[in-house]
Nanobody, 124 residues
Framework: QVQLVESGGGLVQAGGSLRLSCAAS????????MGWFRQAPGKEREFVAA????????NYANSVKGRFTISRDNAKNTVYLQMNSLQPEDTAVYYC?????????????????WGQGTQVTVSS
């Protein structure tokens, strides 16, 4: 059984930074790609970033490219999302996901395991 637990969310002013973490249990972490998604109230869940099983390949939504960085530490079973230059439109619940595949796909329906989410609120 795989469990994903996000942390690091909070309230930050526009222009600030946050670093999200997602700790995974189970042996499969280093074999699969990981993704970050977000969902704002009244909106559909949207792709933010993904990273391949080895960390050698990444994929970003255009809205966060150049501001957010995804990384992973397979020795610690943890994936990170460094978020810089945050804007109010980044406000959402952020979810990490683990997929039974190796490439950093952006399609959320392909991911098999999800965390419970962590709230990120950016004030103007």
């Amino acid at each position: 059984q795989v469990q994903l637990v996000e942390s690091g969310g909070g309230l930050v002013q526009a222009g600030g930074s946050l670093r999200l973490s997602c700790a995974a249990s189970g042996r499969t972490f280093s074999s699969y790609a990981m993704g970050w998604f977000r969902q704002a109230p009244g909106k559909e869940r949207e792709f933010v970033a993904a990273i391949s099983y080895s960390g050698g390949s990444t994929n970003y939504a255009n809205s966060v490219k150049g501001r957010f960085t995804i990384s992973r530490d397979n020795a610690k079973n943890t994936v990170y999302l460094q978020m810089n230059s945050l804007q109010p439109e980044d406000t959402a619940v952020y979810y990490c996901a683990l997929g039974p595949f190796r490439s950093p796909t952006s399609y959320y329906r392909e991911y098999g395991y999800w965390g419970q989410g962590t709230q990120v609120t950016v004030s103007s």
